[in-house]
């Protein structure tokens, strides 16, 4: 099995500012609103030097969180770690992308799924097109300007309200960010499954999750709290991942039993995946 996660979500805050029609943010029930700061570093403290991809976010919007900037900061006192983000491009501040810019973010994806006001308001994103556009191509200038390394992506999920911008918007964005991509849409888990997929998961294998309050999920995905491995507050990074209870989940999913694992239950993510020379866990070196 892999001894210590590769990458690790935190999420900082459960806060977002968009209603998007596809994801349940606006069923979750947890708190607080932000993650205690002696929570968020101590994850972070417990997984220093291990090259570790963090990522400050979960079900939420992490420009909605002020400290954001100085999270950053803290994780990038340990060179071997890196930072990425996901973003619907709509800030608090320009500022903050200014402090994320400098504080040394390495990888950001924006998710801007049209290409024009009408079709970017059928996809449910509840923002201004003209609005996220404009703050996207400010955070482009601005990393150009600070001639920082941060790797940029536009993606558009593929969605039957803006197939007819796709090509369109490949071609545009393309002269600006790093990459442009049309990427799937996925199902959150119990959202009108009646089965799972019987197949492994990619997911668990080598990624930790703490939502808000300190606790570790078995998966991103997780919005209902279905399958908590652990608490940070009364154990250590290691000690969760390495724990009975995660191992236990990642033995079933290795081996294709969702349906022994009622999150997993009702998940169809990876079911047009080709697991043909599926090799499940390596150890780590």
């Not at 420009?63 to 770690?81: H, M, N, W």
């Not at 081996?255 to 694992?261: F, L, M, N, S, T």
Request: glycine share 6%; charged share 35%.
């Amino acid at each position: 099995m892999i001894l210590f996660p590769k990458k690790i979500q935190i999420e900082t805050t459960m806060l977002c500012n968009s209603k998007c029609t596809f994801c349940p943010q606006d069923e979750l029930t947890r708190g607080p609103d932000f993650m205690k700061e002696k929570v968020w570093k101590k994850i972070v403290d417990e997984s220093r030097g291990r090259g570790v991809l963090y990522r400050p976010f979960l079900i939420n919007e992490p420009f909605v969180d002020k400290r954001l900037g100085e999270i950053i900061r803290y994780i990038r006192k340990d060179d071997t770690a890196k930072v990425e983000l996901n973003s619907n491009g709509k800030y608090v501040s320009r500022d903050l992308v200014t402090e994320v810019l400098e504080a040394g973010v390495d990888w950001i994806r924006f998710s801007i799924d049209g290409f024009s006001s009408r079709t970017y308001k059928l996809s449910g994103r509840g923002a201004r097109y003209e609005k996220v556009v404009e703050d996207v191509q400010f955070f482009i200038s601005e990393r150009n300007r600070l001639k920082s390394d941060c790797f940029i992506e536009i993606r558009m999920i593929d969605m039957k309200e803006n197939k007819h911008e796709q090509e369109d918007f490949v071609s545009y964005w393309k002269n600006y960010a790093d990459e442009a991509t049309i990427t799937e849409l996925y199902n959150w888990p119990w959202m009108g499954q009646t089965e799972p997929a019987r197949v492994p998961c990619l997911k668990i294998v080598d990624e930790m999750f703490f939502i808000v309050d300190g606790r570790a999920t078995l998966c991103c995905w997780d919005f209902q709290e279905k399958a908590v491995v652990g608490d940070i507050r009364e154990r250590t990074v290691e000690e969760i991942w390495l724990g009975a209870v995660n191992q236990n989940y990642r033995d079933l999913l290795q081996e294709g039993k969702r349906d022994d694992i009622d999150l997993c239950s009702r998940c169809d993510a990876y079911k047009n995946h080709d697991f043909s020379d599926w090799k499940g866990y390596v150890e780590s070196e």
